[in-house]
T-cell receptor, first 115, second 113 residues
């Protein structure tokens, strides 16, 4: 199946700093990618839709100025957590699909810990 | 997208079939049933999807009732590596809609020796 890769797999950062997470589709082009967040013992929650060449669409309650999304190419979307705080510690996961109605392929996730 | 209801947890003996039910009584005619699973601390993995016919692939079988109000995911010979949270998701298949998925709480399947 198609491969979606996230980097880094885990990161620890100090409170107040920014962290960038990359999501790459390795063997296909994706005009749309999705970013999810998952807190311990909870389900995945969609944060935003990343659109190549245009602004991301954020879900209600997600601060767009805090979670910056850039989708500069058909194979790369980045999520930057700005001025991170301990409550931003979570598992961040991206997904992409070959076609709009095809199955979604997920990255392996990035574990962010803010200390 | 229609809401789904799944049992919180299930146990299964290794080598036996695991049957995971999902209720989606408000499903619409153009909504598909998707199944994903998430092994601990990994990203979700696609398993199978269907509209109204039963489907089978190398991972599992999907049985959808005739009225489409419920479905069952069958792992024919469960192994310890199948221990995961299984998510049943119902969504509209529409061009340009992307693959925005709404995850419920899923079923924690534990496969034991």
């Amino acid at each position: 199946g198609a491969v979606v890769s996230q980097h880094p797999s885990w990161v620890i950062c100090k409170s107040g700093t920014s962290v960038k997470i990359e999501c790459r589709s390795l063997d296909f082009q994706a005009t749309t990618m999705f970013w999810y967040r998952q807190f311990p013992k909870q389900s995945l929650m969609l944060m935003a839709t990343s659109n190549e060449g245009s602004k991301a669409t954020y879900e209600q309650g997600v601060e767009k100025d805090k979670f910056l999304i850039n989708h500069a190419s058909l194979t790369l979307s980045t999520l930057t957590v700005t001025s991170a705080h301990p409550e931003d510690s979570s598992f961040y996961i991206c997904s992409a699909s070959r076609q709009p109605d095809g199955e979604a392929f997920f990255g392996q996730g990035t574990r962010l810990t803010v200390v | 997208d229609a809401k789904t209801t799944q049992p919180t947890s299930m146990d299964c003996a290794e080598g036996r079939a695991a049957n995971l039910p999902c209720n989606h009584s408000t499903i619409s005619g153009n909504e598909y049933v998707y199944w994903y699973r998430q092994i601990h601390s990994q990203g979700p993995q696609y398993i199978i999807h269907g509209l109204k016919n039963n489907e089978t692939n190398e991972m599992a079988s999907l049985i959808i009732t005739e009225d489409r109000k419920s479905s069952t995911l069958i792992l024919p010979h469960a192994t310890l590596r199948d221990t995961a949270v299984y998510y049943c998701i119902v969504r509209v298949g529409r061009p340009g809609g992307g693959n925005k998925l709404t995850f419920g709480t899923g079923t924690q399947l534990k496969v034991e020796l």
